[in-house]
């Protein structure tokens, strides 16, 4: 199978891809509902759509049987988390005329900790222009201990552009559970050609639980 850079006539290329706030007492009555389990810090990329735009499609999750995947709990003690952005590319340019060779994309998460579950709160599909087109829209997955999920994007589907990107936002229960490793794997075999690369995600964000609410008689 040849390398990305040996298609495009471009070795770097090759080496770099595989690298209602409420108030008064009803404020504090609220505060103690929710207590330590309050939602984590807020992600800072949006998932809302401008008016006018084509609505939001969903992203496929690959089904696996027997994977150990179940859906989280709508509510977490939520002790930590990240907001991971990948890279992943629909299609590449090669030739002098800035051919396009399109590239199935799967994105890989996979829970790296031995003994603690983590949960993936939600995945979303940017194109290139940085606009949400696709979002794993059902609920929250949770991966138990060396689990893993995919999400997949076809090889006909250009709509990411040569520089789409996913984010990935992850949380556990449990302080001191190791990070997931995310990452993007593009393919084709297209016209007698193999070309293959991956793309690693990047922290763009740390989530943490915000303090918990005080008591009124803490003062």
């Known amino acids: 199978m040849l390398s990305i850079g040996k ?14 706030r ?17 939602p984590p810090s807020p992600s800072l990329y949006s998932s809302s759509v401008p008016a006018g735009s084509p609505p939001v499609q969903p992203l496929t999750r690959i089904t696996q049987s027997g994977g150990g995947i179940a859906i989280a ?19 590449v340019y090669y030739g002098d005329r800035q051919d396009e060779f399109l590239l199935s994309i799967t994105l890989s998460i996979r829970n790296t900790s031995l003994t603690e579950s983590i949960v993936v709160r939600s995945v979303r599909y940017y194109d290139s222009q940085g606009k949400l087109i696709k979002q794993y829209a059902s609920s929250a997955l949770k991966l138990p201990p060396l689990a893993s999920t995919e999400f997949f994007i076809p090889q006909t589907d250009r709509s990411g552009g040569s520089s789409a990107s996913f984010v990935v936002e ?46 009124p008689n803490s003062q």
């Open 7 to 20: 298609i495009i006539g471009n070795p770097w290329l090759g080496q770099a891809a595989s690298r209602i």
């Open 22 to 38: 409420p108030t008064g007492l009803m404020g504090a009555v609220a505060g103690l509902l929710v207590g330590c389990q309050a």
């Open 73 to 91: 709990p709508d509510r977490l003690a939520v002790s930590t988390g990240q907001v991971i952005l990948v890279p992943a590319y629909s299609h």
């Open 170 to 215: 992850w949380v556990a229960e449990q302080k001191q559970v190791t990070a997931p490793i995310v990452e993007a794997i593009m393919l084709s075999t297209s016209f007698q050609q193999g070309v293959s690369f991956t793309s690693s995600g990047r922290v763009v964000q740390e989530l943490s639980a915000p303090p918990a609410a005080r008591s």
